[in-house]
């Protein structure tokens, strides 16, 4: 059984920072493409950032660029997202998602918020 659990969401002030963890099982980990993507209410789905296999290389939506990194630690089945300089535009759930040759599977998501 697949399995992606996301944890570190939160509630943060403006300008704060937050670590995502989500830790994935039932799949060979090192074999997938992570991402992590988020949904505000009364929006779309949409894409955060995504990291290779390998995490040689990465991708950014356009709205976090230089105040998140993704990254991925292979040896503990585990993506990251460190969201630095948090605006309340970035309040919401947040999703990790693994693609792979065996399909794709999403978390059940951890809720972001950003107030003051």
């Known amino acids: 059984q697949v399995q992606l659990v996301e944890s570190g969401g939160g509630l943060v002030q403006p300008g704060g920072s937050l670590t995502l963890s989500c830790a994935a099982s039932g799949i060979t980990f090192s074999h997938y493409v992570m991402s992590w993507h988020r949904q505000a209410p009364g929006k779309e789905r949409e894409l955060v950032a995504g990291?290779?296999?390998?995490?040689?290389?990465?991708n950014y939506a356009d709205s976090v660029k230089g105040r998140f990194t993704i990254s991925r630690d292979n040896t503990k089945n585990t993506v990251y997202l460190q969201m630095n300089s948090l605006k309340p535009e970035d309040t919401a759930v947040y999703y990790c998602?693994?693609?792979?040759?065996?399909?794709?599977?999403w978390g059940q998501g951890t809720q972001v918020t950003v107030s003051s």
């Open positions: 998602r693994a693609f792979g040759l065996g399909g794709g599977y």
């Open positions: 990291i290779t296999t390998a995490g040689g290389k990465t």
